[in-house]
T-cell receptor, first 112, second 109 residues
Framework: TAGITQAPTSQILAAGRSMTLRCTQD?????MYWYRQDLGLGLRLIHY???????GKGEVPDGYSVSRANTDDFPLTLASAVPSQTSVYFC???????????FGPGTRLTVL | GQNIDQPTEMTATEGAIVQINCTYQ??????LFWYQQHAGEAPTFLSY??LDGLEEKGRFSSFLSRSKGYSYLLLKELQMKDSASYLC??????????WGAGTKLIIKP
């Protein structure tokens, strides 16, 4: 079982460009999440989705958008990247609100 | 505000025991999670506590005191592969996880 996959593994992006980070899970989990992880800080929630067709804003949603057209996919889009969005991005999923979250391998994004 | 505090770094010896503490303040509480994260990898689930007390799972145990807003992760019989960051996360009333910055555990032979 693949679990959660993310693409790309890493990316260097020019400021002002747009980019979509992909996330796919094969566990049929209802809930999915996008986090960013920066050195010295805890994981911070960007957006989440409790079920297909619904999304919600997390702690740091500005500059990011998501969609949840089906259960398996939860892409994260940066419309116009800025250097402060340089980070490692993790996608996660869970099969219940207070159940453990399973994480993808992460995407390392550098915005120059 | 919501806050999670845990030590930045700890060092221990192979074969020994180490306790990693975590204090939390959240708007509501729906449980306390511990995750392990090796360098350059994704976090992986270790434990979940929602009731007071100790949960034991092999070499790892996790303790929770809701009245004190306190948890700890106890690692016994330390192995070199236990060198990693340990992340404490509390779930708030909206079922969102509030994460600590992680404790980097260094194991020395």
């Amino acid at each position: 079982t693949a679990g959660i996959t993310q693409a790309p593994t890493s990316q260097i992006l020019a400021a002002g460009r747009s980019m979509t980070l992909r996330c796919t899970q094969d566990m049929r989990h209802n809930a999915m999440y996008w986090y960013r992880q920066d050195l010295g800080l805890g994981l911070r929630l960007i957006h989440y989705s409790n079920t297909a067709g619904t999304t919600g804003k997390g702690e740091v949603p500005d500059g990011y958008s998501v969609s949840r057209a089906n259960t398996d996919d939860f892409p994260l889009t940066l419309a116009s990247a800025v250097p402060s969005q340089t980070s490692v991005y993790f996608c996660a999923s869970s099969d219940g609100e207070n159940n453990e979250q399973f994480f993808g391998p992460g995407t390392r994004l550098t915005v120059l | 505000g919501q806050n999670i505090d845990q030590p930045t770094e700890m060092t221990a010896t192979e074969g020994a025991i180490v306790q990693i503490n975590c204090t939390y303040q959240t708007s509501g509480f729906n449980g306390l999670f511990w995750y392990q994260q090796h360098a350059g990898e994704a976090p992986t689930f270790l434990s979940y506590n929602v009731l007071d007390g100790l949960e034991e799972k092999g070499r790892f145990s996790s303790f929770l005191s809701r009245s004190k807003g306190y948890s700890y992760l106890l690692l016994k019989e330390l192995q070199m592969k236990d060198s990693a960051s340990y992340l404490c996360a509390a779930m708030d009333s909206n079922y969102q996880l509030i994460w600590g910055a992680g404790t980097k555990l260094i194991i020395k032979p």
